[in-house]
């Protein structure tokens, strides 16, 4: 039993397979998108598959994910429901879900897996700025430090204000001895959104570097008025100690890091 433009060859000779359903989803998807009853469709001659793309505009992905469902041939069309809801899935995920889930990958230290999941949001929206950033963060964490700078850099020619993007110039100018740089990236991102501590905790380092440890002392106690809780600053609170020869106190800021990493 069967209704014409939904049944697949195979079921209209007696010979229905597991995805013969997923068939008639997808010619039910397709129907729906270009506001054709499936069994008007036309097909292409040599491939028997429905011909319906170019009258209505979703991703080529998701056309592709279309078409697979709808393949003439049953063997190759989707095995289960399950590996198509696998496939479906990715497209339920928004660009901003997926740099979400980066953020929590970068939080476990999986930086290759993050990596992907902002790959996976630029897939969605081009230059999405989030991604580039968190790709970039990535990066820096993985000791990329020149193809950190160059993603980071990427997102201020777009978007010559993000001040996560100039904070992690700041942040991979310290680690390339550009520290003069580093303090203007650092200056210029607390300028536009003054809260921002890991520009501070960046500014900060960056006047140790420049044999500023009173000023950068000050620079880290500021942010820890703002977030008790922020663990680089605590980190750098006890660099800035040591470097004042201050070292029971800095011993303390170390402990404070420990116990909040």
């Not at 897939?123 to 993985?142: C, E, H, K, R, V």
């Not at 977030?227 to 470097?243: K, R």
Request: with cysteine; aromatic share 12%; hydrophobic share 40%.
């Amino acid at each position: 039993i069967g209704t014409p433009g939904y049944m697949p060859y195979e079921q209209i000779y007696n010979n229905a397979q597991f995805c013969s359903d997923i068939y008639a989803v997808g010619m039910l998807a397709i129907g729906a998108l270009i506001g054709e009853n499936p069994v008007d469709i036309p097909t292409d001659s040599k491939t028997l598959q429905p011909i319906w793309r170019k009258n209505t505009q979703v991703s080529n992905e998701f056309a592709d994910v279309l078409d697979k469902m709808v393949q003439f041939h049953y063997v190759e069309r989707y095995e289960s429901v399950s590996e198509l809801q696998n496939i479906l899935k990715s497209f339920l995920f928004t660009e901003v879900d997926w740099c979400q889930k980066g953020e929590s990958l970068v939080k476990t230290k999986n930086y290759n897996e993050a990596i992907i999941a902002f790959k996976e949001a630029l897939s969605i929206q081009q230059d999405y700025p989030d991604a580039i950033n968190g790709i970039s963060w990535s990066l820096y964490y993985l000791r990329q430090y020149n193809k950190a700078l160059a993603g980071f850099k990427k997102v201020l020619k777009i978007y010559p204000n993000n001040y996560q993007a100039l904070t992690g110039c700041s942040w991979v100018f310290i680690k390339l001895g550009n520290y003069d740089e580093a303090l203007a990236s650092s200056e210029r991102a607390i300028e536009i959104q003054s809260d921002y501590e890991k520009a501070w905790v960046s500014r900060g380092g960056t006047l140790i570097y420049l044999g500023y440890a009173t000023e950068a002392l000050t620079v880290f106690e500021q942010v820890l008025g703002m977030n008790p809780d922020n663990v680089d600053a605590w980190a750098s609170h006890a660099w800035a100690l040591i470097e004042l020869g201050r070292n029971e106190e800095a011993l303390a800021s170390c402990e404070q890091a420990i116990q909040r990493d």
